[in-house]
């Protein structure tokens, strides 16, 4: 292994063996013995084909959904797990903070645990002598130190079992998801200890579903769905691709059709005033939207809606041809219309579209595509609520009453 | 089997913790503590000494005292080893470390607390008057049962992980070992089946299969000076008890990397 590179995995994949009922019993490995054909279990692949490596002294982020694997990787770079396949090479001293305070026993005192948790990372006990001070002091919990874990309130539980990761200076620090506990204080003193981790040339690993954070702490990013790696790369990149991705997810749950399929939508491009086609629009733009149709039979006079929502569903705006004037005496073979929103003056976020064509009279509903499109917008401006009302603000001094 | 031994020696400030954690989680938060270590086996020893009079069977106190008190340590591992994983879930899905420690942490926390009562066993044989016997052949009998009860506590420990079922068949298993295993009776009862030297040679090679039966015997006549066995019948047992070690080691290796997996 190039001893710049601190960790290398290649081709690693990770079989579970999931029951369709509780745990292995004596009784179901009997019925399986039995029953050749019909196992009562069933694999699942938590990671495939899964190829990268991180530079000494780098922080690579990972994201993906709920369930893409992101823990079981870590799992098995912390050894916690053997993976089923693939080479794993790691090259330094390795910390995991996989769960804060996992290995502490709530009937021993802090400072028992302390020295627990510092043996099971591999430390002796003269070093863990000398960090324990800074262990307290970092953890802020001062006399409770000797009492019982299972006294401490989740805070001081989390605090002292991070206190404990940083302090046992590893070479490479693997942490999952362990940012978000703790109070806005805590927070940033963790965040400024792994920046200092950072310059002191340690690798690190991070999950987060801050996206936010996870940029800013990351030299690159990892982007796992369903066990396989979508994407890896700078962290404007990949984390563009999540977003445009996660959006795509959205709609799929939220998608409904219906109707008598006089007249289908078959579907919609969005482009911006250039032409240029895209999903993600920034503050103000203009947004058009090419929406396709094709009438199965001819019918008569019709309309063509559209809703935008939010992602709980909630609709920000909704409108359709006939509130606006625009007169469509009949449909007939294939066609498309154009919808324009001159200026997009929303949140931050992702929004869904969906379209409609119905008969003037709103007795045949043609076409519904409910939730179908999404698109997401980039403010660059914070406001209360989702819609940005034009506003103006003018001090008056005179305070004079009309 | 020398790279595990080396794995363990390089984290034995681990192994020492964990130790020290079974000791001090045993009796948290009951008020004899420690003692109850000595207050199990001696109620059990009143029990049954009462009990055995009432049946007229006879058994000499010293007899009894050692059966107990060594038949405590395997019986304390009997019923902490099925949890040695499970109950460590935390530690195994979030910490990499020797698996095999958290079982043989117990065993030699149990292996201190035995070590403790068989002070006592000593003072007590001191007081009766009794006249100690082959000490020499303390040491064996200890190590031996040591190697008995890591073997057993690392096979119910892993198999426990894949079927629940091993935490409720032990009580019973280990029941019906008590009786087999001359802890409230005396050896010499087995030649009362058969008045026969041939079968009585049979019968004792296979009584002596049973690693406990062998080790008693060992503790007995290092102890409390009843004859030492003849070592056609003790070398089955220290065998035996080797091979349970390592058939146990090789079972543990072999499951501990899906412990992580199915817990």
């Known amino acids: 292994m190039n001893s710049d590179i601190a960790i290398q995995v290649e081709g690693v994949g990770k079989r579970f063996r999931l029951r369709h009922a509780g ?36 922080t690579l982020g990972l994201i993906g959904a709920n369930g893409a694997g992101k823990s079981t990787l870590l799992a098995l770079l912390a050894g916690t797990m053997e993976a089923t396949e693939g080479r794993i090479g790691m090259c330094g001293t390795i910390s995991s903070l996989l769960e804060l305070g996992a290995g502490f026993h709530p009937d021993l005192t802090g400072r028992e645990n302390v020295f627990l948790a510092g043996a099971i990372m591999g430390l002796t006990r003269n070093q863990m002598k000398k960090r324990f001070d800074a262990i307290v002091d ?22 002292l079992g991070f206190a404990v990761a940083v302090e046992v200076d590893p070479d490479i620090l693997l942490v999952d998801e362990v940012l978000a506990v703790g109070d806005a204080v805590f927070q940033r003193k963790c965040l400024k200890r792994m920046a200092e981790f950072r310059h002191q040339n340690k690798t690190m690993l991070i999950i987060s579903h801050d996206l936010n954070t996870i940029q800013s702490v990351s030299d690159e990013i990892l982007f796992l769905d369903h066990g396989r790696i979508l994407g890896h790369g700078t962290p404007e990149s990949v984390i563009g691709q999540y977003e445009s991705f996660s959006r795509g997810v959205t709609t799929s749950d939220l998608r ?29 733009e203009a947004l058009n939207v090419r929406l396709h149709y094709e009438a199965t039979k001819p019918v008569g006079p019709s309309v063509f809606g559209f809703a935008l929502s939010d992602e709980n569903g909630r609709v920000v705006n909704g409108n359709n041809t006939q509130i606006e004037k625009v007169e469509i005496p009949g449909l007939q073979g294939t066609g ?67 | ?157 892993s198999l426990n992980v894949f079927f629940r079922d091993v935490q409720h068949v032990i009580g019973l298993l280990s029941m019906a070992w008590f009786f087999v295993t001359p802890v409230i009776y005396d050896a010499s009862l087995i030649n009362k089946v058969s008045a026969n030297p041939d079968t009585q040679f049979w019968l004792n090679f296979l009584f002596h299969l049973n690693p406990m039966t062998g080790l008693l015997a060992l503790y007995r006549s290092a102890l409390i000076g009843l004859p030492a066995p003849a070592l056609y019948l003790v070398i089955p047992s220290v065998v035996i008890s080797g091979l349970v070690c390592l058939a146990g080691v090789t079972v543990f290796m072999k499951f501990q990397g899906r412990f992580a997996d199915e817990l």
């Open chain 1, 23 to 58: 745990t292995r019993t004596l009784k179901s490995v009997a019925l399986d013995m039995l029953r050749p054909g019909k196992r009562t279990v069933r694999d699942l692949w938590a990671l495939k084909d899964i190829s990268f490596s991180v530079a000494r002294g780098k």
């Open chain 1, 138 to 159: 970092f953890a802020d919990i001062g006399q409770f130190i000797d009492q019982p874990v299972k006294h401490y309130s989740s805070g001081m539980y989390v605090r």
């Open chain 1, 256 to 284: 409904r059709e219906w109707g008598t399929r006089e007249v289908v939508l078959t579907g919609a491009e969005f482009f911006d005033d250039g032409g240029r086609e895209t999903s993600k629009f920034k503050w103000g």
């Open chain 1, 336 to 402: 498309s219309i154009v919808l324009r929103l001159p200026s997009l003056n929303l949140a931050s976020g992702t929004y869904l579209f969906s379209f409609s064509a119905h008969s003037a009279d709103h007795q045949v509903n043609y076409h519904r595509l409910d939730h179908a499109f999404a698109i997401g917008v980039d403010a660059g401006k914070r406001f209360e609520g989702v819609c940005y009302l034009p506003c103006e603000w003018r001090l008056d001094r005179e305070g004079a009453k009309p």
């Open chain 2, 1 to 157: 089997m020398m790279r595990i031994v080396k794995d363990i020696m390089a984290r034995r400030e681990l192994l020492v913790m964990l130790v020290i954690r079974n000791l001090k989680i045993r009796y948290k938060d009951s008020s004899l503590g420690f003692l109850w270590t000595l207050l199990g086996p001696i109620l059990m020893i009143l029990i049954y000494a009462v009990f055995l009079r009432i049946l007229r069977i006879e058994v000499a106190l010293p007899v009894l005292v050692t059966g107990i008190f060594v038949w405590q340590y395997l019986a304390m591992c009997l019923g902490d080893s099925p949890n040695a994983i499970i109950g460590s879930t935390n530690l195994v899905k979030k910490a990499a470390f020797p698996r095999l420690m958290l079982p043989l942490s117990i065993v030699l926390a149990n292996f201190i607390n035995f070590l403790f009562s068989m002070v006592v066993v000593v003072v007590y044989v001191r007081v009766a008057g009794e006249p100690f016997g082959q000490l020499a052949l303390l040491p064996v009998a200890l190590i031996t049962q040591v190697a008995l009860c890591l073997g057993v506590s690392l096979i119910l420990s």
